[in-house]
């Protein structure tokens, strides 16, 4: 389990706690929907997720391949609506971010920040300054690339880059082939 990046009160904690983000059973996954929609419905009623990571799954720029579409937008194009987006299994992946962050190595995490650490926003300069060590994390850290794109995306975007610029790592990250 993944330690949070956002401060939990104590009832939080207890809920994250009992959330399986790694379940291997239909019955790990169905004990994880009640802590999960509980633990979403706090964190959203007090203003604790971050904003740019709730951009990241309100607002269509950023969604790179999504056709126009936030990621809220295709549950409710797929039927689900409201707080039962919260409730449905698919929603799990992004409580997590919601409350940790991206899923990468803390290393490259830090590096990462500590190279992009300036004005505050990335241009596409600094993207390109940035692109060729995020490829290298992949290799050095044998991640999936497809999966590991995804989180230098929202690395990317925490960091203070345009979704457009956040989109050139993370296209760049999934070109990588595996050793």
């Known amino acids: 389990m993944r330690d949070p990046d956002i401060a939990l009160t104590d009832e939080e904690?207890?809920?994250?706690?009992?959330?399986?983000?790694?379940?291997?059973?239909?019955?790990?996954?169905?004990?994880?929907?009640?802590?999960?929609?509980?633990?979403?419905e706090r964190l959203l009623e007090r203003g604790a997720v971050p904003n740019i990571r709730l951009s990241?799954?309100?607002?269509?720029d950023f969604n790179p391949g999504g056709r126009g579409k936030s990621r809220a937008q295709m549950f409710?194009?797929?039927?689900?609506?409201?707080?039962?987006?919260?409730?449905?299994?698919?929603?799990?992946?992004?409580?997590?971010?919601?409350?940790?962050?991206?899923?990468l190595p803390v290393l490259a995490i830090e590096r990462f920040k500590s190279e992009a650490d300036g004005s505050g926003y990335l241009t596409g300069g600094d993207i390109n300054d940035l692109t060729p060590f995020a490829r290298s994390c992949v290799r050095t850290y044998g991640l999936d690339s497809h999966r590991a794109g995804d989180e230098f995306f929202k690395l990317s975007i925490e960091c203070g880059?345009?979704?457009?610029?956040?989109?050139?790592?993370?296209?760049s990250v999934r070109a990588v082939k595996p050793r």
């Open 76 to 103: 409710e194009r797929n039927g689900t609506s409201g707080g039962e987006i919260l409730a449905s299994p698919s929603f799990l992946k992004y409580l997590e971010y919601f409350v940790c962050g991206p899923d």
């Open 13 to 40: 904690c207890a809920l994250y706690s009992s959330i399986r983000f790694d379940w291997r059973s239909y019955d790990e996954l169905s004990s994880s929907i009640d802590p999960m929609k509980e633990l979403a």
């Open 161 to 171: 880059a345009m979704p457009w610029a956040a989109e050139s790592v993370r296209s």
């Open 56 to 60: 990241y799954f309100n607002d269509p």
